[in-house]
């Protein structure tokens, strides 16, 4: 990442190289060598990060689909079924409206969090060692992505020393909103395109900030090549169309970081050219155009998925999370993470669930990066990374401010956004989210000037920073493990049940709750549909969006029995009505694996609807 010495030693500004001593040309080995030295700190910063990411997700190794996480499992079990889905792109087999779950009806990828990109880039590694590894490395990935990503903006944009960049990098790909978001969040923990936004929105500003129209630079001479009009333009153009294809990118891996991540930088803009209207005033308009170009690109390519996730079939144009149950407490702001070395599992009372701890920046963290706001107040960076902070903090705290766990009557900045479409469904408490690579920035600006400054500030400045870090630290992940995949799932004997692409029906089916029969279908890379399930669908009331699905007779009846344990007398028109059923899924098999809880109730149960069992491996299996 750092610039490339001068191979002669007599060579410099305004000097030829000594003819006497002519560039002898490397080998390529030696190349890699010279280059792989004299960015040595850039790489180990790197190492650094893979290896904590490893460290705190490494209760899912060396085992992924005997693991999970203790957190959220059902949320993984999720996620492992959209990157089996997702993973069949590779064979032909994918369509924006997945069949492979909620039979007949299926399944709106894209109005559920799919991570689409994610899951066909990893296709080969889903189809060789199974979905549950996927998971595992991109729960690791991410973490260390993402540190990565804005390691690299803050050295090769920002201009900041590798120290203050690590700090930065390290709370932006480890904080403790992100940490947490871990617990199952995929789409949330894949920010590492978020800092190839940020590059290619200030690329678009230096492009178009041209003091003099007649091409003359700030010193007064004469622009030329690449500095001329004419590069400015072509790196516009290169910009505008890079950040079509990121932010076109970013939207199949997760819209809700493109949007939050949008949501910031307007704010910031705004913030910055308050502070610095020159800049504004000539950066504008080619600013402004090339955006116009980036946002029609990009709705070009993506005016079908938009249109499919929300007006397509299975898909919504709503919300299902209320903005006043999933909004972040004020006290939580200045309270550790349970997840964090400081934490303490009383403060878990402070937000909806483990996945969520969004705002727990601790108070030495807030305390040192207001220290340093006030410190660097009259940068604009500064002042438009505060503007950004103070927005997304305040619209995290939802329609009604709610302190320590009791409802104000304060209204929230949020509820402006209530009656907004599309928006008013976005939950308030991850908009906190955005604040940590603002902080973390500051921190990068404090701790790069403290360096430069030098005297007591090298130290003092370096140190309060670490200082605050240190109790937000993350430790790692809490795994346990998961009841194996049934035998008959396995080895891989559903195929003479169902064939490939037909729909089996597992007793209990899942649920938004109990999901767990979706994890057979993730065994068998998605091959088979299932019915019922957990996924958003248009199941609320007049077609609004809802967890899951109703539920047909047949399988409320089973999951009764699956819960109680009671096995009921079965009626003839209960037995009409599983037929009913059986025919509205579809159904080519029946099948209740023999370790089930109340395995014999369910299937003294199903005998009576559907006729005697057939035993498979270690599963039961009816053909209705």
């Known amino acids: ?32 060598v010279a280059t792989l030295h004299r960015n040595r700190v850039d790489l180990l910063a790197g190492l650094g990060f893979l290896v904590l990411a490893g460290v705190l997700t490494h209760g899912l190794w060396p085992n992924p689909s005997g693991r999970v996480l203790a957190l959220n499992p059902a949320d993984q079990t999720l996620y492992e079924w959209f990157l089996a889905v997702d993973s069949r792109a590779l064979l032909g087999d994918f369509s924006l409206l997945s069949d492979r779950l909620n039979a007949p009806d299926g399944v709106n990828l894209m109005a559920n969090t799919t991570v689409i990109a994610l899951g066909m880039l990893l296709a080969p590694v889903t189809l060789l060692f199974g979905a549950p590894t996927t998971f595992a490395l991109l729960a690791a990935v991410n973490l260390a992505g993402t540190a990565i990503a804005w390691y690299a903006l803050y050295v090769r944009v920002l201009g900041a020393g590798r120290l203050a960049a690590a700090l930065g990098a390290g709370l932006c790909g480890f904080g403790p909103g992100i940490v947490s978001q871990t617990n199952s969040h995929l789409h949330m923990t894949a920010q590492w395109l978020v800092p190839v936004i940020v590059w290619l929105v200030v690329r678009m500003v230096r492009a178009a900030d041209r003091p003099l129209r007649d091409g003359a630079g700030r010193d007064g001479g004469r622009r030329s090549g690449r500095d001329g009009a004419g590069g400015a333009d072509r790196r516009m153009l290169v910009s505008a169309v890079g950040l079509a294809v990121v932010v076109t990118v970013q939207v199949f891996v997760g819209e809700e970081v493109l949007f939050l991540a949008a949501l910031t930088l307007a704010v910031m803009t705004a913030a910055y050219a308050a502070v610095d209207r020159r800049l504004a005033r000539r950066a504008f308009p080619g600013f402004a155009a090339g955006m116009l170009l980036a946002t029609g690109l990009a709705l070009v390519v993506l005016a079908y998925p938009l249109w499919f996730q929300f007006a397509g079939p299975q898909g919504v144009a709503d919300g299902m999370f209320s903005p006043y149950y999933f909004s ?66 305040a619209l995290s705290l939802g329609p009604d401010v709610v302190v320590d766990g009791e409802r104000t009557g304060v209204p929230g900045p949020f509820r402006f956004l209530l009656d907004v479409p599309v928006v008013d469904g976005a939950l308030p408490m991850r908009f906190a989210l955005a604040v940590l690579p603002l902080l973390a920035t500051v921190l990068v600006l404090a701790v790069d000037r403290a360096g430069r400054q030098g005297g007591r500030w090298r130290v003092v400045v370096p140190a309060a920073v670490v200082a605050a870090l240190l109790p937000a630290a993350p430790t790692p992940l809490a795994t346990e493990d998961r009841p194996p995949v049934p035998e008959f799932i396995t080895a891989g004997h559903w195929r003479d049940c169902v064939r490939p692409g037909g729909v089996l029906v597992p007793v209990p089916a899942p649920t938004p709750r ?4 979706m994890r057979w279908a993730v065994a068998a890379d998605a091959a088979f549909a299932l019915p019922e399930g957990f996924f958003i669908g248009p199941y609320g009331r007049d077609g609004t969006a809802a967890m899951g699905t109703y539920k047909q007779p047949t399988s409320a009846l089973l999951a009764e029995v699956a819960r109680h344990g009671e096995q009921p007398v079965v009626s003839e028109g209960q037995r009409r009505q599983a037929a009913l059923d059986a025919d509205f899924w579809n159904a080519s098999c029946v099948v209740l694996a023999a370790n089930e809880r109340h395995a014999e109730s369910l299937r003294g149960t199903l005998e009576q609807l559907y006729g005697p069992a057939t035993r498979v491996a ?7």
Request: hydrophobic fraction near 45%; aromatic fraction near 10%; include cysteine.
């Open 328 to 393: 972040a407490d004020l006290t939580s702001w200045w309270t550790f993470s349970p997840l964090s070395l400081a934490g303490d599992d009383a403060a878990a009372r402070l937000t909806t669930g483990p996945a969520e701890y969004n705002t727990f920046l601790g108070w030495p963290l807030l305390l040192v990066g207001a220290a340093c706001a006030v410190w660097l107040r009259r940068q604009p960076l500064v002042v438009a990374c505060v503007a950004g902070a103070l927005a997304m903090g």
């Open 1 to 32: 990442m750092s610039s490339a010495a001068c191979t002669d030693q007599d060579a410099g500004p305004g000097r030829e190289p000594s003819p006497e001593a002519p560039a002898v040309p490397r080998s390529r080995r030696a190349r890699l």
């Open 514 to 517: 109990e999901p767990w029969p």
């Open 618 to 624: 270690d599963a039961w299996i009816w053909r209705p």
